[in-house]
């Protein structure tokens, strides 16, 4: 699949690798109307635009063939409905970044364009597609976990000045880590253990003093009634996150020796990413000794994997693994999730504004 990445940034460039190490996908070209992008361009041999304009006259004319077959919408936040609004309605399916745009109203409108059209749509999760998580989900689904019963997730993630020069990231609207961030954490906690129905939070920005938080406080109530709360940070120190545990981007991280993420289950207790497995010997009591039997797992580039799906989406052989409307649901649960800080009160999620995951 010849592919195309709109935004050469951070991300971009990862997908640029992704694509390279793909067997089923090439670079075919770049938009991005700033210099960053023009070199990751020439950096990768592919043809380079600055605007979308170019890009669809130059894959839809006379001589172009297959020149283009999906795209990958990188760009910031803000742009993201928009681009893959144009892009669907040019007939291309789209990878869009996360978050899926800025408002659920807005994706939800994406949701019903792509529907309409059978043009299809996926979310840059990308952590579905690591076999440490699908681990995990196939451990909920068996049945072994049991119940979700309660759960910590801590996304601590101190990022230093230089990060925040591009605007955007400290702008409200489109920064802040609950947009940025915690995103992830939804999708993965809707992903292992379903619906969100309820949410309450705090948040303080005395750190960075920018208009967005740099820290937060959430609790999150699950259809089957499980509750998780996740502390969020992007100006505190400490190895507890996904992002510098799990190995997923070693190009950009870390890989510490840490857990992120501990869920206590009515039958087992399951931490990420070392998937540890912790059930009672004997009695189920918390007088009797548990032991950890960790599941294993063939670990695999998350990236290359979500590229690999992508082109399988686009041919029609797969069904986008983290749906259009999932990434509309996860911004109804953020949306929610600042509204309770705002409000200063819990937000009661609509179950009917969700698809079954
Ligand atoms: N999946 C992940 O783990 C992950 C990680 C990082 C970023 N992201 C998401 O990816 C998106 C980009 O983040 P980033 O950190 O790479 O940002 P970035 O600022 O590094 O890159 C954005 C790129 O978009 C380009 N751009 C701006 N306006 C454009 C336009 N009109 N058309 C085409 N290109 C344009 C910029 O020149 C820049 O190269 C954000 O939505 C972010 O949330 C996802």
Same mark, same amino acid.
């Given at each position: 699949m010849r592919l195309a990445i709109i935004g050469g940034g951070i991300i971009g460039r990862t997908h640029a690798e992704a694509i390279r190490a793909c067997p089923t996908s090439d670079l075919a070209a770049i938009v991005d109307?700033?210099?960053?992008?023009?070199?990751?361009?020439q950096e990768y041999g592919c043809a380079h635009f600055q605007s979308l304009d170019d890009l669809i006259a130059w894959t839809s004319g006379? +001589? =172009? %063939?297959?020149? *283009?077959?999906?795209?990958?919408?990188?760009?910031?936040?803000?742009?993201?409905?928009?681009?893959?609004?144009?892009?669907? +309605? =040019? %007939?291309?399916? *789209?990878?869009v970044e996360k978050p899926l745009g800025e408002s659920h109203a807005k994706c939800t409108a994406l949701v019903a364009l792509s529907e309409e059209t059978a043009v299809p749509g996926l979310v840059g999760h990308h952590r579905r597609h690591n076999p440490l998580l699908q681990a995990a989900k196939a451990a909920v689904d068996s049945g072994a976990f049991g119940q979700l019963v309660s759960g910590t997730i801590s996304a601590t993630l101190y990022k230093d000045s230089p990060y925040f020069d591009v605007p955007?990231?400290?702008?409200?609207?489109?920064?802040?880590?609950?947009?940025i961030n915690l995103i992830h954490e939804i999708d993965l906690a809707r992903y292992l253990f379903g619906e969100i129905t309820?949410?309450?939070?705090?948040?303080?920005?005395?750190?960075?003093?920018?208009?967005?938080?740099?820290?937060?406080?959430?609790?999150?109530?699950?259809?089957e009634g499980g509750l998780i709360t996740i502390a969020l940070t992007d100006a505190g120190v400490g190895p507890w996150s996904w992002d510098t545990t799990a190995g997923e981007n070693l190009a950009r991280f870390p890989a510490m020796p840490a857990v992120s993420h501990m869920f206590s289950g009515t039958r087992a207790g399951m931490s990420l990413p070392d998937l540890a497995f912790w059930t009672h010997e004997g009695a189920q009591n918390w007088t009797t000794p548990q032991v950890n039997r960790p599941r294993s797992v063939q670990p695999a580039d998350s990236y290359i994997e979500q590229i690999r799906h992508f082109c399988a989406v686009i041919s029609g052989e797969e069904t986008p693994r983290i749906t259009l409307a999932d990434g509309a649901r996860n911004i109804a649960v953020i949306e929610a999730i600042q509204r309770s800080v705002q409000d200063r009160c819990p937000v009661i999620?609509?179950?009917?504004?969700?698809?079954a995951v």
């Open positions: 109307p700033f210099e960053t992008g023009k070199a990751l361009a006379p +001589e =172009a %063939g297959a020149r *283009v077959e999906g795209v990958i919408i990188a760009t910031p936040n803000a742009l993201h409905v928009p681009q893959a609004t144009r892009m669907i +309605e =040019a %007939g291309l399916p *789209v990878l955007w990231r400290r702008e409200a609207g489109s920064g802040g880590p609950l947009l309820e949410v309450s939070a705090l948040s303080a920005n005395v750190q960075r003093g920018f208009a967005v938080e740099d820290t937060a406080a959430v609790i999150l109530r699950f259809q999620l609509d179950p009917g504004q969700s698809r």
